[in-house]
């Protein structure tokens, strides 16, 4: 058994949540310009918008079903992403955080959320960006602390089902994992209704400090 | 960083081969003493380097935005990893994969690596090795020891060390090779790691072996150690004997040196003594304090290939025989053989296959382009084709079971930074080009011109002057999207990208080679780059380019298409490109390209880079790290010898005492043995002999008398060591630690002394 997670009951584990990577799906993928974000990205590097230390943008454009192109920062990475050819906005978090698991999915979540409100707002004119508020990819990127299996998924739905309600104030939602053990331990989650940006922050109103 | 990092000792222990685990840990109480200020910032730079954990571009904690130079504020403040390195900046690990051959576990542990520490990106170099980037310094143990269990080392992947030893990926299934070089190249690879005579080395050193001397894929004399197998007849006995032509002094750098003929026939069993010879004498009278004259080519050229020759070979002579030099080749032998999965299919015609409902096209392409035949019947090899090198992690787990599908998991990397599967039965290749191609590592064009190479540059590289992945991934783009003039003649020609001048695109071996310069307009920095045409490829490297004229980055896709232009036009029957760049000569060629050297007036777009939107600047640049330090065995003794201390110092806390006393006993072995090696490089590491020898050369001398209190401290070894038997109690385990620490300070101050007086030539 890995050190990261323990057992509670004979059937059941307890994971901890760290490095967690969250993905907004894109509306019209075809129509997003990857190019036209390397500016932005920039920009967002100069203007320090965030509160998490910003570094360089790392342009893999030219790899097919890639990380795209991503703003590597000290805490956390944003990118605009499309590994499985599944093109999202996705936050990547590298430093530890401390916390519960609720405090963690809850500042990964609000961390993309605003990033995405960003990047609607500052991208180009005549260019198109925006998520298409009902795609949800959620990974934990730390295979010893959460490795993908039976247990852990089942440990991670319970996590996600408590914050998914929150998050999407109740609304049913469709939720799987990826069934791969080699892969990273991954959920998928489709809401029922679409919401924006603004509504998403507005059910996580009231941030904790974390 | 990782949350994980404290539990992967634990999880792997029992996994990871012995010496490899013992490394690591090592490593990780230096990064413990690092942080503690214990170790001094140029040995942790060098020990780091050595380990593969290379700097970045802003290590140095700052970068212009575009607007203004930002400091950038790292967590950790003001502890460096380096000089001017700080230790929260993002680094680049490097990992060795020896001739490039890999299997699919390990594919699935690079996998791994890359998404959980990098940016979900593994990158295939020029050498073969394998580099993941944006790397934090603590999360390195962890991948080392996860590389470890997969068999797979960092060490000596960077620093001043023999880097990877690097092979044709075609080794064994070749049609016109001489014989396998691959158990030879692994046996190279093992010898010379972490091996005494090569931790003293004014630069890096690498070698290279290549089974033909006609083709490419072994570059053999652009490496310090060129290897290219041959056969003779012994005119005594008759019998065939298998061995290699030897060449040395090759590199690249700003100025590229062909290797120069060492023999022209070594019987095999000479490989590793000979390797072992050189290595001795380029440690020996290598340049040191002048980083840019300190690799072996310097040393080549100063003192003449004859001369050189002579010094090994007088070397060779006085060497100690050891049995590895055969041992090595005969487990290598033993422990190689690759076999095919699947039964060859003898009689297909490549061109007829069938199979693939409406990509018949692109899989002849793709045939043509990406398959060879190999020698034995019915198999070939498969080139995957990566762009820039680059592959995710997805796609590395996807090759794994390629591999575990089609063959006995025989992959390799390439020095042109793709894949090439081996031993694929000719019937499986429509559904292992469809396997390829749901992965999207289906694109045909390996080794063509669509096929660009290119160093990382500005991207990561502190060095890097010109962004020569983003003009390789617009050069590819525009070739995809065929911009540029469609022939056959030109299909064939290969383009090579550096950075900088440093050649680690390797543009100097290529028909249209670029690398990074600046240059001022209008007030404005530009980024340009040099031209270089004509270099040869084949031949393993056999000739260089000829530099031409810089242009603005912004205009290099015109000047491809301007070349390939005029070679389609104006090239003689039979003519290939560098006899094209031969006949029209520099003048002629500049004269073509010179309009492009001046970007269009008002044209702002030419003041910044490709794929990079921020004002082009110089700025960034940073003090490299391809040579690491040079730092003394003295210097690598003492700092060992810290180590073991402060490992004794945690005995001590967790109350071990036996260990702590042994710890500490040799951590003062460990100290005399670099003060005596100082003079005398091959003191074994039998503790009598060390004690005998520091007595003899550093207390009957009185080199190692404090001012006060004369030889006390080298009275405390000389104690431990007749005790060394006897069974230590807790307290007096407590004082040896102690005692350890006096006895190490003094050597630090016997080593500063004697350094000073050799400084002032008093000694």
Redesign the interface.
Known sequence: MSRGIQWIREEQVKVELQHINVKLALRDPDEVDLNALIPVFHSWIQDQVCGELLLDVADYRHVPDGPGVVVIGHEADYSVDNSDGRLGLRYNRKAVIAGTNQDRLEQAVRSVIRAAQRLEEDVPEGKQLAINGQEIEIWINDRLLAPSREETRSALESELRTFLHKLFAGNSYTLSFDPDPRRLLTARIACDRKFSVSELLETLKEPKIL | ????NS??K??LDGKMPEPLAREIDIFETEIALRKQGKLEERLFAETRLRRGAYGQ??DNGQ?N???KV?K????SGDLTKGPNTMW???GMQRIKIPGGGLNASQL?TL??LA??YS???AHVTTRQDVQL??V?IDDTPSIMRRLAAANITTREACGNSVRNVTACPYAGVCQDETFDVTPYARALSRFLLGHPDCQNFGRKFKPAFSGCAQHACGLTSLHDLGLIAKKRVNEVTGREEVGFEMYVGGGLGAVPYPAKLFESFIPAEELLPLAQAVARVFARLGEKKNRSRARLKFLVQDLGIEKFRELVLEERKILPVDPRWTDYLSEAQAQFAEAPLKPGAESVDLVTISGLNGASEDFKKWLKTNTRSQRQAGYVTVTVTL??G???A??L?ALSDIVRCYTRETIRTTVEQNFVIRWVSKSDLPELYKALRA??LGRPGAGALVDVVSCPGT?TCKLGISSS??LA?EL??QIGENSFVSDQAVEDLHIKISGCFNSCGQHHIADLGFYGVSRKISGYAVPHFQVVLGGEWEHNAGSYGLPVVAIPSKNIPQVVNRLTEAFVKERLSGEIFKEFVKRKGKAALKNMLDDLARPPAGDRSFFSDW????EYSLGDMGVGECAGEVISPVDFGLGAAERELFEAQLALEKGDQKQAGDLAYRSMLTAARALVQAEYTDISHDADDIVSEFRQRYYDTQLFFDPFAGGKFANYLFDAHARADQTRSAESSRYLVEEAQLFIDAAHSCSNKLSTAVGAGAR
């Open positions: 960083m990782k949350a994980s539990h992967w634990s999880q571009r802003y970068r935005d575009g607007r930002q950038l504020n790292f967590p929260d900046a993002p699935e996998a791994e998404e959980e940016d979900g990106i980037h944006y934090h762009p820039l680059d592959i995710t997805n796609q787990r992965v999207k991207d992945r983003g991934a590819r783009k794929g990079d939107p921020r």
